[in-house]
């Protein structure tokens, strides 16, 4: 029944690794997007993907690529990780096509580099 | 581009007291409006959102907000808070008809003391 998920819940990792986050929403919508978290709380979109298309890119290192295999899937690798890449990572979809584009948001990934 | 404040960070009430919580905008077309809230440790929900139409509208839980274009405001306000409401609340904007991203204020911490 979850209509966003993500995996891991949760990921301690060392300097310098690379790993991925997996999302997938089972509400048929056509977008997806990554946020991201950081300690203050402080909520900012990363990318969006409009049926499998890079539609919103923002000013995110070249280390994170977000990779999209299909509509309902959009996930988030990270390449050689830093410290400061620590933070909780959401996804979220929503209807395009739809009159209000309203996002739905899954119950996040909080990375931990070490 | 869009901006979006929060003036109150921290708000502490007692229970049953009255809630009322900024949020301004910037933006020069139309916007959609949200508010979000995440309980501790949990991800983002929607409470309420505004399209169109009836400036006042009513969320969940009791929650409600007021649109006022002039102002460029989208205050939250619920008139009797609870324990359960201890949260962290967003204000968001997007905008209207497009894919585009959700813009986020910095959040505003709730907390309810019995």
């Known amino acids: 029944d979850t209509a966003v998920s993500q995996t891991p819940k949760y990921l301690v990792t060392q300097m310098g690794n690379d790993k991925s986050i997996k999302c997938e929403q089972n509400l048929g919508h056509d977008t997806m997007y990554w946020y991201k978290q950081d300690s203050k709380k402080f909520l900012k979109i990363m990318f969006s993907?409009?049926?499998?298309?890079?539609?919103i890119n923002e000013t995110v290192p070249n280390r994170f690529s977000p990779k999209s295999p299909d509509k309902a899937h959009l996930n988030l690798h990270i390449n050689s990780l830093e410290l400061g890449d620590s933070a909780v990572y959401f996804c979220?979809?929503?209807?395009?096509?739809?009159?209000?584009?309203?996002?739905?948001f899954g119950p996040g990934t909080r990375l931990t580099v070490l | 581009a869009q901006s979006v404040s929060q003036h109150n960070h921290h708000v502490i009430l007692s229970e049953a007291a009255s809630l009322e919580l900024g949020c301004n905008y910037s933006y020069g077309g139309t916007v959609n409006l949200f508010w979000y809230v995440q309980y501790p440790g949990q991800h983002l929900q929607l409470l309420l959102k505004?399209?169109?139409?009836?400036?006042l509208v009513k969320g969940i839980k009791g929650f409600e907000a007021e649109f006022i274009k002039s102002k460029f405001s989208f205050n939250l306000r619920k008139p009797s808070v609870q324990w359960s409401d201890t949260a962290e609340y967003f204000c968001a904007v997007n905008a209207a008809g497009t894919a585009s991203k959700l813009t986020f204020g910095t959040g505003t911490r709730l907390q309810v003391t019995l």
């Open positions: 979220a979809s929503s209807l395009l096509s739809g009159k209000y584009n309203e996002q739905f």
């Open positions: 993907y409009n049926n499998k298309e890079l539609i």
């Open positions: 505004y399209f169109s139409g009836d400036p």
